[in-house]
């Protein structure tokens, strides 16, 4: 049974996009699977994504944070910089309804996802420097998403900027914190690293019933205006990411970062935590239902971009015949 799990996981974590998408898909065309993951369920189901990412630090990925403090600011100020403004401009340039307008401010104001780090090691990219950057913009989100919804999204709709900061707190701060301090406990203990090792699918899972929830959600509002919305959404969502990776990497360049960290921090500045956005939208947001659509295709497209990405590194060492050096010098 439990090579059948683990096997599952890998599965999971392999072909998180595809799961997903048929998740998506599936609930489209039987909305009421999902119904059940809203208000406080779906907080719990984002902790618990959260308690998995918790579960996969260890004391040496926090000490990152000491041995190299000016690559994590790089990577935090490009995290926190780019993605609003890109949401920002985004939201301008195709003027976009109240709704979709919070929806895509809200992912690009989020801090950048738990799968991110995946993506890096399969690039070859600086995963230390990673695992840094997530830690560091998933403890500064508390404060950065509500001012920055406050800066960007202030004339669009009231935010409530002490709301957003406990709710953060509650559903990323504590569960991480919690999986952290479990992981300290019981780390040397025989069965440990097989409880890690089933994190991932969890993960997935979990996300996609963040995703099959808010489908659910949607889906009225998706038949009544038809195809036509959901592909401005998508079109959106996909120059905020694709930017995000552009833009993350002329940071890196601009840094003088060598190949393996520009790969990483191209990353972690385009996926974001949609599935932090997903429940914020939700919660902060309900006299905006559509404001979750963009932050449902997010979920979705960030895990799919992110492979295809990681497959575009590998194919370009591949042709140059190079081995990337992933060392933090």
């Known amino acids: 049974m439990l090579k059948i799990l683990l096997s599952a ?39 618990l994504i959260m308690l998995t990412m918790g579960l996969t630090l260890s004391a040496d990925d926090f000490r990152i944070l000491a041995r190299r403090p000016l690559d994590i600011f790089i990577g935090a100020c490009a995290q926190f910089i780019i993605m609003p403004c890109v949401a920002y401009l985004l939201v301008m340039v195709f ?20 799968s991110s780090n995946i993506m890096s090691f399969l690039c070859h ?47 990323t701060i504590l569960p991480v914190s919690l999986g952290c301090f479990l ?17 991932p699918g969890i993960s997935v ?8 929830g808010v489908i659910s959600t949607v889906h009225d509002p998706l038949i009544e205006r038809g195809l036509f919305l959901f592909m401005l959404t998508f079109c959106v969502v996909l120059c905020h990411n694709t930017l995000g990776y552009v833009l993350g ?9 060598n190949a393996a960290k520009k790969r990483t921090i191209s990353i972690e500045v385009g996926m974001q935590n949609a599935g932090l956005a997903t429940n914020l939208a939700t919660v ?11 932050c449902a295709i997010s979920c979705a497209w960030h895990s799919i971009s992110g492979t295809l990405l990681a497959g575009l590194f590998l194919q370009l060492d591949k042709k140059n015949g190079q081995q990337i050096q992933t060392s933090s010098k």
């Open 9 to 47: 996981s890998r599965w999971l974590a392999n072909y998180t996009s595809l799961f997903i998408i048929g998740i998506a898909v599936f609930t489209f065309f039987v909305p009421s699977t999902f119904k059940w993951v809203s208000g406080i369920t779906q907080t719990v189901i984002l902790g």
């Open 95 to 114: 003027h976009l309804e109240p709704a979709l307008a919070i929806g895509i401010l809200l992912v690009g104001c989020c801090p950048g996802g738990v």
């Open 125 to 171: 990219g600086d995963v230390a420097f990673s695992v840094g950057m997530t830690c560091v913009s998933t403890l500064l989100a508390p404060v950065m998403t509500p001012l920055l919804m406050q800066i960007t999204a202030g004339e669009i709709v009231e935010i409530d900027t002490i709301g957003m900061f406990l709710n953060i707190l509650i559903v």
């Open 183 to 199: 992981n300290y406990l019981y780390s040397r203990k025989s069965y440990f690293p097989i409880l890690r090792s089933l994190m």
């Open 205 to 212: 899972i979990c996300l996609a019933c963040i995703v099959g």
């Open 249 to 257: 990497w002329l940071a890196g360049k601009f840094a003088k970062f």
């Open 284 to 294: 902060f947001f309900v006299a905006q239902p559509l404001a979750v659509l963009p």
